[in-house]
C-alpha cells in the first residue's frame, strides 16, 4: 500500500503539469511542452529514488526462469528474483509472449517500492515470429519504403507479444564477408547504410513511440564493429580517424537523427579502448556532439569484458569506466548492480553521473507509455489476432521477393516455363524448411519456413522431381552448437544426377545453413561448405542447363559457378516465405530488381574487398610494354571483384543514356543537378536501381575512387523510357577530414551513373573557389 500512495501522488503531479501545458497554442509548443512534461516526470520520480533504485535502472537481467512458474530458489537465479522484487532491475530481455511478460511486469510494478515498470528489451533482427529476410538480404532490395515496412510489422507481431524495444538496427558497415554479422547489417557503404538505418528505425518506432504498436529501436554496435580484424568475431578493429567519420559513423548519425531512442556498444576495441569505455565516442561524439537524448545499453556482459581485454583490473572498475564514459544501462554483466553504488558512497562516481544514466532510461519509459499503462502491450487477444497474420505474411513474402538478386542468366534460362518442362530440384537446402528462416529468429519456431520444393510444387504445369543429393549438415543443429559438414556422404550423388540426365532442367539450391552465419559464425573459407560444390560439378556433367540458387548470409566466393553455371540466382536466407519468393521469382511471376549491398570476391584472398576504396600511388593496370610487376596487384587473380557493389540483373535489359549536368562549373552552394535516360531495352516490364557515384579527383585527404551519393528506384514498362534526375548538395559532395571536422573543399569532380558500381556513365564539373 505504501508504494500505491507514492505512485499517486506523483502520477498526480504530473497531471496537474499536463493540465497547465494543455493551454498552449500551436504544434511546436504542445510537442515541446510534452517534452518538458517528460522531464518534469523524470526529475519527479529521480527525487524519490534511492541511490539503489537508481542502479536498478540501470540493470538489465537475462530471462532467467520461468517466470509463470515458481520463484527461483538457489544460486544467481534467486539473486536476480531477489533483486528483481526489491527495485534492482530496470529491464529484462528475451522474455516474450503476454502471459511471460504480464507476469514479470506484475512483479515490479506490484511489488517494487516505487513500480517502475520493466522495459523489456527482445533481437527483433528480421521479424519476430514470422520472419522477414535477414538484413542484408533486404539492403539487397534498395527499397527504403519495402524495408522499413519489414521493420514495421516485426514491431507491430513483437510488440503484440509484449516486447517494448528491440536490439536493432544493426548499422555497422563491414567491408569483410569473413565476418558472420555482416548478414545483420546493411552492407559495405554508408550511403545505402545510412538509408537504411533510417528505414528500418521509422519501421519499428512509427509516428507514435506511445502507440502498443510500435517499439523503441537500437542503432548498434557503437562503433567500428563491422571493422574486426580479420573478419574475426569479437575482434578488435584497427580503423583510422577518416575511415571513423567517413565509414563507420554516418549510418548511426543517420539513425540517431531519425529519432533512435538507444544506442547499443560493441564488443570491440578502437584504438586500444574498448568502446564500452570510450568517453570519446559515447560522450564526447554521440551524447554532446549529436546531442542524442536517448539511453545507452551495452552488450551482453560487455562491461564485464573490459577486464578480459586488460583495460581494467577488476568489475569495480570495469563499472566505473563504463559509467564514466557514459553507458546507460548494464547488459547481463552485474558489474553496475554490485558496484555502482558503492563507488558513489566511496566519492568515486559523481552521482550526477547515476542521474543522468537514469533519467535517460526513464525517458525512454515514459515516451513508450509504460507508466501511463505498465501492461498497455499485453493483450492476450491482440497477440493472437496479429502474431501469424495474413497481413505480416504478405509483408514478409514482397520483401523476399524484393531482396532476391539475379547474378547471372545466360541463354535467358529464365525465367522457367510454365509447363511442358521436366524439372530436377537438388539439394538438401531446396527441401529445408529451417535453414531458410536465417540466423537470430530466437521467436520463431523451428521448421516453419515454405521450403523451395513446396514454393514449386505450387506451380503443377511442370513435372517437378527432388533429389537431395547429399546432407548440408549431419548432427545437431541449434543456433549456440557449432555446425558439423557433411565432408564425406555422397551417397545420394546417383540419384541426383539420374534426375538432372533425364531433365530439361536443373534446379539445385546450394548455399550456407542459416547457422552459419550470424553472431560467432567468422569463416576463413567464403566457398559452398561440404559436398555441395563437387555434387554442383557433377550434375553439370550431365546437364548445363542448371539454375543455381544461393541460400547464404554473406557474400561467397563462387568463381567456378560464375564461370560454368548459366543461371545464379542469390536468394540469400529469406525467412518464413522463402520457397513462395524463389518459385515465384524462377517461374517469371515477379521480375528480380535486387542489387548487391556487398561486393562479391573472386576468392578468399581478396577479402576485404569494396568498392570504394583509395586509388594508390600504382592503380592502373599495366599496358604491354609497361613495367609488370610493379603496381597494386595480385599475381594469382584480377583485381576486380566477382560481382560488384549494386550489381544485379533483370529478366528485361535496360539502356543508360545521354547523362548531363546542368552546368560544367558550380559555386559552394549551387545544386549539382544531373540527369540520364533509362530505356527498358528488353521484353519484361522491370524495375531497376538507378545508381549515382561522384569521385573527388583530389582533396586534403585521398578521397575513394567512387562513392555512392544517390539511387532511384525507377520501374519502366518494356519499351519505356523515363529521365532520372537527381541532385547533388553539399551533403553529398563534402567529406570529414581526420580530425572530424565536415569540409567541402573547391576541385574537380566525376560523376558517374549506371546500374551498378562498374558500369557508368560518367561527366565532369568544377566545384569553384569562394
Not at 123 to 134: E, F, M, N, Q
Not at 210 to 233: M, N, V, W
Amino acid at each position: 500500500m505504501k508504494k500505491s500512495v507514492i505512485i499517486s501522488v506523483f502520477v498526480g503531479s504530473v497531471a496537474a503539469i499536463a493540465s497547465c501545458s494543455a493551454q498552449q497554442t500551436g504544434n511546436t509548443s504542445v510537442m515541446q511542452s510534452e517534452k518538458e512534461i517528460i522531464t518534469k516526470k523524470v526529475d519527479s520520480l529521480l527525487n524519490i529514488m534511492t541511490l539503489e533504485e537508481k542502479v536498478g535502472q540501470m540493470n538489465q537481467y537475462n530471462g532467467f526462469w520461468e517466470v509463470t512458474g515458481p520463484a527461483p530458489e538457489g544460486g544467481s537465479a534467486e539473486e536476480k528474483y531477489e533483486h528483481l522484487r526489491s527495485g534492482l532491475v530496470g529491464s529484462m530481455l528475451t522474455v516474450r509472449g503476454v502471459e511471460q511478460v504480464r507476469a514479470v511486469q506484475k512483479i515490479v510494478v506490484e511489488e517494487t517500492r516505487l513500480g517502475i515498470p520493466l522495459i523489456i528489451g527482445f533481437d527483433v533482427i528480421h521479424g519476430y515470429k514470422t520472419l522477414s529476410p535477414i538484413p542484408l538480404a533486404e539492403s539487397a532490395s534498395w527499397d527504403m519504403e519495402a524495408i522499413q515496412k519489414s521493420a514495421e510489422v516485426a514491431a507491430k507481431e513483437a510488440a503484440a507479444s509484449g516486447i517494448n524495444w528491440t536490439f536493432a538496427p544493426m548499422v555497422d558497415i563491414s567491408r569483410d564477408a569473413r565476418w558472420g554479422r555482416v548478414m545483420e547489417g546493411g552492407g559495405e557503404d554508408p550511403y545505402l547504410g545510412s538509408k537504411i538505418a533510417v528505414a528500418r528505425v521509422k519501421g519499428f518506432q512509427g509516428e507514435d513511440l506511445s502507440d502498443p504498436l510500435t517499439i523503441a529501436a537500437t542503432a548498434k554496435h557503437f562503433a567500428g564493429y563491422g571493422f574486426a580484424e580479420a573478419g574475426r568475431e569479437y575482434n578488435k578493429a584497427d580503423i583510422g580517424s577518416v575511415t571513423l567519420h567517413n565509414m563507420v559513423l554516418p549510418p548511426f548519425k543517420a539513425a540517431k537523427e531519425a529519432g533512435v531512442r538507444t544506442f547499443m556498444n560493441g564488443f570491440n576495441e578502437i584504438n586500444g579502448v574498448p568502446v564500452t569505455g570510450s568517453e570519446y565516442l559515447l560522450r564526447d561524439i554521440l551524447k554532446e556532439e549529436w546531442g542524442f537524448e536517448g539511453f545507452v545499453i551495452s552488450d551482453y556482459a560487455s562491461i564485464e569484458e573490459m577486464a578480459t581485454h586488460g583495460y581494467v583490473k577488476n568489475e569495480r572498475m570495469a563499472a566505473k569506466k563504463a559509467a564514466e564514459a557514459g553507458v546507460d544501462m548494464d547488459m547481463e554483466s552485474y558489474a553496475y548492480v554490485n558496484e555502482l553504488a558503492d563507488l558513489v558512497r566511496d566519492g568515486e562516481v559523481d552521482e550526477a553521473v547515476i542521474d543522468d544514466a537514469v533519467g535517460r532510461i526513464l525517458r525512454v519509459k515514459f515516451e513508450l507509455g509504460l507508466f501511463d499503462d505498465p501492461y498497455k502491450y499485453l493483450d492476450e487477444q491482440r497477440e493472437k489476432e496479429i502474431v501469424g497474420s495474413s497481413e505480416i505474411r504478405e509483408a514478409v513474402l514482397d520483401m523476399a521477393k524484393k531482396s532476391i538478386v539475379l547474378l547471372k542468366n545466360e541463354r535467358n534460362l529464365l525465367p522457367l516455363k510454365k509447363s511442358g518442362q521436366k524439372i530436377a530440384l537438388i539439394g538438401a537446402l531446396a527441401n529445408d524448411k529451417n535453414s531458410p528462416l536465417g540466423s537470430w529468429r530466437i521467436a520463431s519456431e523451428d521448421h516453419t519456413a515454405v521450403s523451395v520444393l513446396e514454393g514449386m510444387q505450387q506451380y503443377e504445369g511442370n513435372e517437378l522431381v527432388f533429389e537431395k543429393g547429399a546432407d548440408l549438415v549431419t548432427g545437431q543443429v541449434t543456433f549456440i552448437n557449432e555446425l558439423t559438414f557433411n565432408e564425406t556422404d555422397k551417397s545420394g550423388f546417383d540419384a541426383a544426377i539420374s534426375a538432372a540426365e533425364d531433365a530439361d532442367v536443373v534446379v539445385m539450391v546450394l548455399g550456407e545453413h542459416g547457422f552459419q552465419s550470424g553472431e560467432g559464425r567468422s569463416r576463413t573459407n567464403l566457398d559452398l561448405p561440404g559436398v555441395q560444390q563437387e555434387l554442383l560439378e557433377k550434375v553439370f556433367e550431365v546437364n548445363k542447363n542448371v539454375v543455381l540458387v544461393l541460400n547464404n548470409g554473406r557474400p561467397l566466393a563462387i568463381g567456378w559457378a560464375a564461370e560454368n553455371i548459366p543461371a545464379i540466382v542469390e536468394a540469400w536466407h529469406l525467412g518464413t516465405e522463402t520457397g513462395n519468393a524463389v518459385a515465384q521469382v524462377l517461374y517469371g511471376d515477379y521480375n528480380p530488381s535486387g542489387k548487391l549491398p556487398m561486393t562479391f570476391p573472386r576468392n578468399i584472398g581478396q577479402t576485404p574487398i569494396y568498392y570504394n576504396h583509395g586509388n594508390t600511388g600504382r592503380p592502373v593496370d599495366p599496358q604491354p610494354g609497361d613495367n609488370m610487376v610493379f603496381w597494386s596487384h595480385y599475381m594469382d587473380v584480377e583485381n576486380t571483384p566477382l560481382y560488384p557493389f549494386g550489381f544485379g540483373l533483370s529478366y528485361t535489359t535496360f539502356e543508360y543514356d545521354n547523362l548531363q549536368l546542368n552546368k560544367n562549373s558550380y559555386k559552394r552552394n549551387e545544386p549539382v543537378e544531373v540527369s540520364v535516360q533509362v530505356t527498358n531495352t528488353g521484353e519484361y516490364d522491370g524495375k531497376e536501381v538507378v545508381q549515382l557515384y561522384i569521385r573527388d579527383l583530389y582533396g586534403s585527404i585521398i578521397r575513394p575512387v567512387k562513392e555512392l551519393k544517390g539511387f532511384e528506384l525507377t520501374e519502366l514498362q518494356k519499351g519505356e523510357t523515363k529521365t532520372v534526375n537527381f541532385v547533388l548538395s553539399e551533403k553529398e559532395l563534402g567529406f570529414y577530414n581526420a580530425q572530424g571536422e565536415y569540409v567541402i573543399e573547391p576541385g574537380e569532380f566525376e560523376v558517374f551513373v549506371g546500374g551498378n558500381s562498374m558500369e557508368t556513365l560518367k561527366a565532369s564539373f568544377v566545384l569553384e573557389e569562394e
